[in-house]
């Protein structure tokens, strides 16, 4: 099996079907990427050196009332799992890369800007965030286009109140989030595997669906840098890669945005990238899933549900060709 390249870019993507040979080959030409790019000597350097010692922003407490109409039965994945085994190619591209590298990470300040088509655009800290809504603790299922998946106790409220806040205006029909891509803090922007920023986005419906999470925590603690601290959104029935860590920008539009998988690989990676067992990514079944910290990888996988088990959103896609809008 071929790692998908095109001239101008080196899409080194998820891949559960990547061998150990081209997993290395991908992750060398990431440092010799690194080592070209003008991050290079310092971070690199300070990066290996660290690497014995890393050390975490340390959590503060961050409590969330528990929502069970949001809250899966499925046993939460342990914590160590959820923060040690990530995609936060800003960091790296090996799944221990976000957890080792992310300490450079500075979440605060931090400040998030809400423009575009709104009546009341603005700038938003950490702190005002944290206060605009009450938040809740729900457990969501969350599955990585790659096949496995996690169950986390996320702290945060939906994204609907904030957008409410804002009063998105008539031509608001998409949501743009773009996340952090700072040279100085994340070794991993001097790579080309993706064009930085890194950029999500949704349609505004499925902004405003109340499952969408604005999500500051987990685990009863501030995010860990490596799951997207301070800010994240989670999109529980959407691959996991819709789900955008560190977001500095929230821009509603017209048009649909250009988003940074979509732009990497077309064919791979669409839109709407909804959880779906019937529609296999060209290079790999998604039918089945094994869930972190739980299965070994000789247990048997689990099969996936449509839209992750999260039926509720069904409604928002009718008539909508999902084999065509994967
Ligand atoms: N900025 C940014 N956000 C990102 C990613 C990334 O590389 N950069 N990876 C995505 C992918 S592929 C997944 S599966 C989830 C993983 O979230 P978690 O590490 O908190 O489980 O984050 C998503 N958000
Ligand atoms: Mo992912």
């Known amino acids: 099996m071929l790692i998908k390249r095109s001239p101008n870019q080196s899409a080194v993507p998820f891949g559960s079907e990547i061998t150990p040979q081209e997993v290395y080959e991908s992750r060398r030409r990431f440092i010799q990427q690194m080592a070209v790019g003008a991050v290079a000597g310092s971070a690199l350097w300070e990066m290996a050196n660290r ?28 914590f160590k799992d959820a923060s040690g085994y990530n995609n936060f190619y800003e960091f790296g591209l090996d799944k221990s890369d976000p957890a080792e590298y992310a300490h450079t990470l500075k979440t605060r300040p931090w400040t998030v800007s809400i ?61 743009e989030f773009t996340t952090l891509a700072d040279r100085k803090q994340m070794p991993g922007i001097g790579s080309r595997v993706l064009d930085w920023p890194y950029v999500e986005g949704l349609r505004i419906d499925e902004a405003n669906h109340p499952l969408t999470l604005l999500t500051l925590g987990m685990y009863g603690q501030t995010l860990p840098n490596q799951n997207g601290a301070p800010v994240r959104i989670v999109v529980p029935w959407k691959y996991g890669f819709k789900s955008g860590k560190s977001i500095v920008k929230i821009r509603f539009v017209r048009e649909q945005p250009k988003t940074a998988w979509n732009v990497s690989a077309p064919s791979e990676y669409g839109f709407y990238s909804n959880v779906n067992p019937n529609v296999d990514h060209p290079r790999w079944s998604q039918a089945t899933e094994r869930r972190i910290g739980e299965d070994g990888f000789f247990k048997a996988k689990r099969k996936t549900l449509m839209f992750n088990g999260y039926n509720e959103v069904a409604s928002m896609y009718t008539g909508l060709d999902l084999k065509k809008y994967y």
């Open 51 to 78: 690497k014995a010692f890393a050390q975490q922003t340390p959590a503060q407490k961050l409590a969330g009332k528990a929502n069970p109409a949001y809250t899966i039965l499925d046993k939460p994945t342990p």
């Open 115 to 175: 423009e575009g088509e709104v009546k009341q655009p603005m700038t938003l800290d950490i702190d005002s965030l944290l206060k605009l809504a009450p938040l809740e603790e729900r457990i969501y299922r969350l599955r990585c286009v790659e096949g496995w998946s996690m169950v986390i106790p996320w702290v945060g409220y939906s994204l609907s109140n904030l957008i409410k806040k804002v009063e998105p205006n008539g031509n608001a029909k998409f949501v």
